[in-house]
């Protein structure tokens, strides 16, 4: 059993996911809810997986920060689009010399979270995962699940392996997560991006799931293209991603099973979409030193339109447009 005790925030389909599998594993874990409260506080959470379905019919549940205790490591596993919440949201539950376990996607996260508490270590975690929310405190594990963990230092700088990173690592490798330790997260984060961008962007701009782009030879070369674009940005920051890992890339998502991306999932359900966070601050990043991506700025001004419309169809109609 952990020494470590764990909030989540955000129970969605990656935080419950995790937190289910951490609590399920002997660790004390503390789950921050929104609109699921009462069903989750009730009867607790339901994990179906390809690695084998399970009950935790009773999880400390919260729908106040001021209600939960202090917590070795708080994991955020938040949408980014919610990140505005986060001053309120992290200090009342980080122990002092704490840990905040970002989960989120995209680039600048880390950066955001070290404004709020100085003082706190603050790891970043890029997830291989495929899990969807079905209901109310029930979560779909479709694939996947391995994080890759670094930790974060002011400007990005190399950190190399850190207590903290080694110590989280044991705790999800009990609980049947496997995790990657890395030396450089700013690396790790453009690597996460080469999928990221593609997939979420276009499964929103062209109405598709990962196969579909893949069995197209026309998206498949959108999607390769998009790739070594953000090859160029991480290049522009002084990271090298090889050729090979663009490869791989493409061969790990032609195996996957058909699947509808978390921004595909936040457009059809007229949610904010993580635009910035995925595409707009690599895009901004790479152009302050004088980088030019224009598919991805093409895609960006895409994004930005159709999740305006979405927002703009919420207020007049309370529907999509």
Same mark, same amino acid.
């Given at each position: 059993?952990?020494?470590? =005790?764990?909030?989540?925030?955000?129970?969605?389909?990656?935080?419950?996911?995790?937190?289910?599998?951490?609590? =399920?594993?002997?660790?004390?874990?503390?789950?921050?809810?929104?609109?699921?409260?009462?069903?989750?506080?009730?009867?607790?959470?339901?994990?179906?997986? =390809?690695?084998?379905?399970?009950?935790?019919?009773?999880?400390?549940?919260?729908?106040?920060?001021? =209600?939960?205790?202090?917590?070795?490591?708080?994991?955020?596993?938040?949408?980014?689009?919610?990140?505005?919440?986060?001053?309120?949201?992290?200090?009342?539950?980080?122990?002092?010399?704490?840990?905040?376990?970002?989960?989120?996607?995209?680039?600048?996260?880390?950066?955001?979270?070290?404004?709020?508490?100085?003082?706190?270590?603050?790891?970043?975690?890029?997830?291989?995962?495929?899990?969807?929310?079905?209901?109310?405190?029930?979560?779909?594990?479709?694939?996947?699940?391995?994080?890759?963990?670094?930790?974060?230092?002011?400007?990005?700088?190399?950190?190399?392996?850190?207590?903290?990173?080694?110590?989280?690592?044991?705790?999800?490798?009990?609980?049947?997560?496997?995790?990657?330790?890395?030396?450089?997260?700013?690396?790790?984060?453009?690597?996460?991006?080469?999928?990221?961008?593609?997939?979420?962007?276009?499964?929103?701009?062209?109405?598709?799931?990962?196969?579909?782009?893949?069995?197209?030879?026309?998206?498949?070369?959108?999607?390769?293209?998009?790739?070594?674009?953000?090859?160029?940005?991480?290049?522009?920051?002084?990271?090298?991603?090889?050729?090979?890992?663009?490869?791989?890339?493409?061969?790990?998502?032609?195996?996957?099973?058909?699947?509808?991306?978390?921004?595909?999932?936040?457009?059809?359900?007229?949610?904010?979409?993580?635009?910035?966070?995925?595409?707009?601050?690599?895009?901004?990043?790479?152009?302050?030193?004088?980088?030019?991506?224009?598919?991805?700025?093409?895609?960006?001004?895409?994004?930005?339109?159709?999740?305006?419309?979405?927002?703009?169809?919420?207020?007049?109609?309370?529907?999509?447009?």
């Amino acid at each position: 059993m952990s020494e470590r =005790k764990y909030a989540i925030v955000g129970t969605g389909a990656l935080g419950g996911y995790y937190g289910a599998k951490l609590q =399920k594993a002997g660790s004390e874990v503390h789950f921050l809810l929104k609109s699921d409260y009462e069903k989750v506080s009730q009867d607790g959470l339901l994990v179906e997986s =390809k690695d084998g379905d399970f009950i935790l019919p009773q999880v400390n549940a919260y729908n106040d920060v001021a =209600k939960m205790p202090k917590c070795d490591v708080v994991v955020v596993a938040l949408k980014t689009t919610q990140n505005h919440l986060l001053p309120n949201l992290l200090p009342p539950i980080v122990k002092d010399n704490g840990i905040v376990l970002v989960l989120q996607n995209g680039l600048g996260v880390e950066e955001e979270i070290a404004e709020i508490l100085p003082k706190v270590h603050i790891i970043g975690g890029l997830c291989f995962l495929c899990s969807n929310k079905l209901g109310a405190g029930h979560i779909h594990h479709l694939d996947y699940g391995q994080i890759t963990l670094g930790e974060y230092a002011h400007g990005y700088s190399n950190m190399g392996i850190t207590d903290g990173m080694r110590q989280i690592a044991h705790d999800f490798r009990t609980a049947g997560i496997s995790i990657e330790l890395v030396e450089d997260l700013l690396l790790g984060r453009w690597k996460k991006l080469v999928w990221n961008i593609p997939y979420n962007g276009l499964s929103v701009v062209l109405n598709a799931r990962t196969d579909e782009l893949m069995a197209d030879t026309n998206t498949r070369t959108l999607v390769e293209q998009l790739m070594y674009e953000v090859k160029a940005g991480a290049k522009s920051m002084g990271r090298n991603l090889p050729d090979s890992f663009i490869q791989t890339m493409l061969d790990y998502t032609v195996k996957m099973k058909p699947y509808r991306t978390s921004m595909k999932i936040d457009y059809d359900e007229c949610r904010p979409l993580e635009v910035e966070a995925i595409v707009g601050n690599p895009l901004r990043k790479a152009q302050e030193v004088g980088v030019n991506l224009p598919q991805i700025n093409c895609l960006y001004h895409q994004l930005k339109f159709l999740d305006g419309r979405n927002r703009i169809g919420q207020l007049l109609v309370g529907a999509c447009l």
